[in-house]
Structure formats: C-alpha cells, structure tokens
C-alpha cells in the first residue's frame, strides 16, 4: 500500500509543482505591492493567489480523476494491475493521495490567506481592526476565528473530495459495465451527477441549520461526506476487482 | 502447472477467445503462435488477469489465478506500458518495489549487457532499446511462469539476438516461458512446443521434436499447414 501510495503522490508531482512555483510568485508580488505600497501588483497579487488557492484545490481533484481515467484506459494501467494489489489497495490509494493532497494544499492555502491578511493588517491597521474587517466581510459569521475558518475549509475540502470519489466510480463505470455502449460518457456524468444530487438533498434533509460558517455544523458536513466517500469507495473497488478488464 | 479450462472472452461483435483449455508444464518453452486478431494477448492478459473472462477460468498450480498468482506470473505486453516520467533505472525501482521475486542486481547486469542507460527516460527510447528494457525488466524476475508478448518484433537483428538469449538464460526447469511471435524461424530455434491459435480457437499443441520425428515437419512448415489458405479448419 506505501508503494502504491508514493507512487500516486509521484504521478501528481508535476501539477502540485505547477501550482506551489505559480503560489510562490503570487505571493512575491503580493509581497512586493505591500511593502513597496504598490497598490496594482497587491490587488493582483491577492486576486490571484485567492484563484489559485480555490483553483488549486479543484484542479488536484480533477487531475486525480484524469489519472484515474488514464491507469484505466491506457496501456500505462498494466503498471498497476500486474502487481499483486487488489483493487481495493490499488483504489484506496488514490484515494488517500487525493484526500491528502486536497487537505494539505487546501490548508496551506487556508493558512496562507490567513497570514497574508494578518500582514495587511500589521501594514495598515490593528490586529483587532483585522478581525473586524473579516467579521463585516462575512457578516453572517457569529462567532469568527482561526478554528471556524480552518473547519469551514475542512467541510468544504471532505465534500470536495466525495464529488471526486463519486467521479472515481463514475470512470470505473464507464470502463466496466458500460464500456463499448453509446453514449458511455455522458451516461456516466449523468450518473454522477444523479449520486452527487442525491447525496446533497439527502445532506439538506438532515435536522441542522445549515450554516457552514458554523464551526459545529462544519465538522457534521465534513463528519455526513465522509459517509457516501467510503460507500462510493467500496462500490468502486469491488466493481474493478470483479469486472474491469484493462 | 497452468490449465486454461474453456476459456471464452467476448468483446461487442466479437469473441477474441473461444473456449480454449489446455495444460501447460513447467520445464518448458512454449511458443503461442497465431495471426494477428487470433486471441493470443487475450489469452495472456487473462492469464495475467489483466483481463476478465467471459466464461472459463485459468488455474495456476492447482488456484484459479488472482492476486497471489501475480506474484509469480510475469508479463510483457507488446505494446510500451511503462511511466513517462519514468528512467530505465525508475523502471527497475518500481518492480523492485511491487515484486519480491525482482532482482536489481540481474537487471543491472542485463542493462550493462543490453546497452542501455540507467538515466534514459522511457518516453525517449527507440522501439527497439523499448523491447530489450521490457524483456529485461520482466527477466529479471524470478517467476514462475514468463508471458512473453511479441518480443521479438521491430527490433534488429542484434537486439533480436540480445533478447533472445536472455529469454533463453532464463529458462529452468521449475519455470515456463510462453512466447508469442510471428516470427516462426526465430522461435524454433530455442522453444520446445507450440501452441497454435486460429479464429480464437486452440488448433494444437505440438512438440516440436515429436513433430519432426512423426511428421518431418519443421514449425514453420506445421505453422503454413496450420495457417496457410489450404490450412485445415480446428
């Protein structure tokens, strides 16, 4: 499993490259436009070091989903299915690379957004003054801290991370039961979505007030999608276990 | 030993592998010959597991095959499956890693013999340095049972003649070498007995002494009789 695990961490390298050397020039220029008090690189600067953290960690997920995709449908899936792993390692990995991957960038982002406001707050006003700014910009926000927004992220990263689990078995899918048939694609987004629906309005049904601000509500969010995670995990390695043919 | 028992693969429109069964012994080379589309890497892959059969099983020593037979049954498909990102040296790495029976130090020696570049990536080798790194990375396992998928093609003379004798070194008694070509000369110098492979069919399994002996055919006259248009139907 450890093999398996540094070798997915290995085929995600060069994107996670990607978006740290993209991170790290942002975030000099940012640097730059504070302390040089340039007002157009800090806008950019912060413009788009905020994409890239909500880009980061959607495009972790989706090229989770690509290379799942490719280990299925290219000749390169012979480096995983001729060695003795089951499915459920060989799928357990991926997922546990994407999880990680998408928690630690998501709060190295969430870290980084934090300190990054806390300088523009030492360069142009009072710590407090900080915290009063944040509480107006998310005004809905009762009880604002480190902890709310650290759990906040958390909830949205294990939903992030259901949706690319669900797409996960929307691919194996695609490669099993309905490889060869008409419209395979689409009848696989069609599926996932349906899933993803499905598991949203089950979510709204449950007796919470749904407010992820809310540091408790946020770690039930994260606590309900770790749920369907695991189901969808399971679903899918059975179905590659029993019925993928690469 | 492995038993294939009435195999079937059918792909939409098309059945790759039909009903094919047969028992294979250790202690011997076996060539799988059949033209193109005849079922032969279907058969392999579904020996390997690669691929899932439509009816049929495959035994290996007595276990139908699965995660465990994996580990020693090794295979070398004939198209290239390793990483891009890979070096000939990270490809030595990664079987290390994933199979017990891999031995760096063989593979170093066969690289050295081969001429090939432990730095080289493998995105950038030519189709034949491509062949001679499949057939040492996949001989540099201690298995139990080689499947061999076209190793000799698109490659020269000498590669032809660098792979050949690897595949050769390593054959013992304790182990199988299951070599699928289409280059029938070659093979009849080091294999012992042939499989043949027609219309997804089994056509025979023929000992190549014995064939010379009862029927003073060589293989490649078994092989026209077999395959050429007045060849028989199986």
Request: net charge negative; hydrophobic share 50%; with cysteine.
């Amino acid at each position: 499993m450890l093999n398996l695990l540094k070798y997915e961490f290995r085929k995600t390298l060069g994107v996670k490259a990607i978006i740290l050397v993209l991170t790290a020039v942002l975030e000099i220029v940012f640097l730059i436009g504070l302390y040089g008090e340039f007002d157009a690189p800090l806008g950019i600067g912060a413009g788009l070091l905020f994409t890239t953290a909500s880009v980061g960690v959607i495009v972790i997920g989706i090229y989770s989903i690509i290379l799942l995709r490719n280990d299925l449908n290219t000749k390169q899936s012979y480096m995983l299915f001729m060695t003795p792993n089951n499915s459920y390692k060989i799928l357990g990995a991926k997922v546990i690379e994407c999880g990680l991957s998408i928690f630690i960038i998501g709060m190295f982002f969430t870290a980084l957004g934090f300190l990054d406001l806390m300088l523009v707050s030492q360069k142009f006003g009072e710590i407090e003054e900080f915290f009063e700014v944040i509480k107006l910009m998310f005004s809905e926000i009762a009880d604002f801290s480190a902890s709310t927004l650290f759990s906040t992220a958390l909830s949205v990263m294990t939903s992030w991370l259901f949706s690319v689990v669900t797409a996960f078995f929307a691919v194996v899918l695609s490669a099993t039961f309905l490889n060869g048939k008409k419209f395979n694609g689409l009848i696989s987004l069609v599926i996932f979505i349906a899933i993803s629906l499905l598991v949203g309005y089950i979510f709204n049904k449950l007796p919470f007030d749904n407010d992820i601000y809310d540091m408790k509500m946020a770690l039930i969010t994260a606590g309900f999608y770790i749920i369907p995670t695991v189901l969808m995990y399971f679903v899918t390695a059975w179905i590659m276990d029993n019925k993928l043919s690469v | 030993m492995l038993e294939s028992i009435e195999i079937t693969k059918k792909f939409i429109g098309k059945t790759a592998v039909d009903n094919i069964s047969m028992k294979l012994e250790a202690g011997h080379i076996y060539a799988l010959l059949g033209p193109n589309g005849s079922g032969k890497t279907t058969w392999m892959k579904m020996v390997t597991g690669l691929i899932k059969p439509t009816s049929g099983y495959v035994m290996y020593n007595g276990t139908p095959i699965g995660i465990p037979s994996r580990k020693d049954i090794a295979y070398m498909a004939t198209e290239p499956y390793f990483y891009d990102w890979m070096t000939i040296e990270g490809v030595g790495k990664y079987y290390q890693d994933f199979f017990d029976d891999f031995s760096m130090d063989k593979y170093h020696m066969m690289l050295n013999r081969m001429e090939l570049d432990r730095s080289t990536k493998t995105k950038t080798l030519s189709s034949g340095m491509m062949a001679k790194l499949k057939v040492a990375v996949t001989m540099a396992r201690e298995a139990k049972v080689y499947l061999l998928d076209e190793p000799l093609n698109g490659i020269d003379l000498i590669a032809r003649d660098d792979v050949m004798k690897t595949m050769i070194e390593n054959a013992r008694e304790d182990n199988m070498l299951i070599i699928s070509s289409h280059l029938v000369e070659e093979l009849e110098s080091f294999v012992d007995s042939a499989i043949f492979i027609k219309d997804a069919r089994l056509a025979g399994i023929f000992n190549i002494e014995e064939l010379r002996q009862s029927e003073g055919l060589s293989l490649a006259d078994k092989y026209r009789e077999i395959f050429g248009h007045a060849g028989g139907e199986y």
